[in-house]
């Protein structure tokens, strides 16, 4: 699935472009499919501000590291399973972070690379933004609420 060499990435772009060049102009399909690098560039930059705020609630151990991570840092290996095994220590914004990176994402790229704009911006783009929305308030809100991790007096706040 992932092309790892500009080679290899070009080679299948490439053939994608001659298939849209059965019925389209062959800048027709480079156009549009620079357009979907274009957003996917953007929709990665609203995934690293959000892995960034989620990533620095651990380094302030604000959240906890579940045993199971190898990084006090957002694992998406875990998918929704974030807290690692245990439900008592689930973290929201985690999974706020991992549903826009496997749902919202994935729509805004699938969605684009299929030619369905409305589906890539409504379906994708605006529910990664809405995302991110969602993580910086629930970090300023964790930020106020919570001592970090380890301190007696957690509970009392
Ligand atoms: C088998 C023929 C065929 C192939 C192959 C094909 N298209 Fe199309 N495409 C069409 C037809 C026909 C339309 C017009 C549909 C309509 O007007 O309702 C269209 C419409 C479009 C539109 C909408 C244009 C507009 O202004 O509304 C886009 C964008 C598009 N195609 C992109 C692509 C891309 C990118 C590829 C290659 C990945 C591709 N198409 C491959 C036949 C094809």
Redesign the pocket.
């Known amino acids: 699935m992932a092309r790892l060499t500009q080679a290899d990435w070009q080679n299948e772009r490439d053939k ?2 001659k ?6 102009s062959k800048s ?2 480079e156009t ?2 620079k357009m979907g690098d274009d957003m996917m560039r953007k929709a990665d930059r609203l995934m690293a501000q959000a892995i960034d705020i989620v990533a620095s609630l651990y380094k302030d151990k604000i959240l906890e590291k579940p045993a199971e991570y190898a990084f006090a840092y957002p694992d998406f290996w875990h998918f929704m399973r974030t807290g690692g095994k245990s439900l008592e220590k689930m973290s929201h914004i985690d999974q706020v972070l991992f549903e826009m990176y496997m749902k919202h994402r994935m729509r805004t790229y699938q969605g684009f ?1 299929h ?1 369905n ?1 409305d589906y890539a911006y409504w379906y994708g783009w605006a529910m990664m933004t809405k995302d991110l929305g969602e993580i910086q308030e629930l970090d300023h809100i964790l930020r106020k609420t919570h001592a970090p991790s380890g301190e007696k007096n957690r509970e009392k706040k």
């Open positions: 994608m472009i298939v849209c060049a059965g019925c389209h027709f399909g549009q499919l690379y030619v704009p």
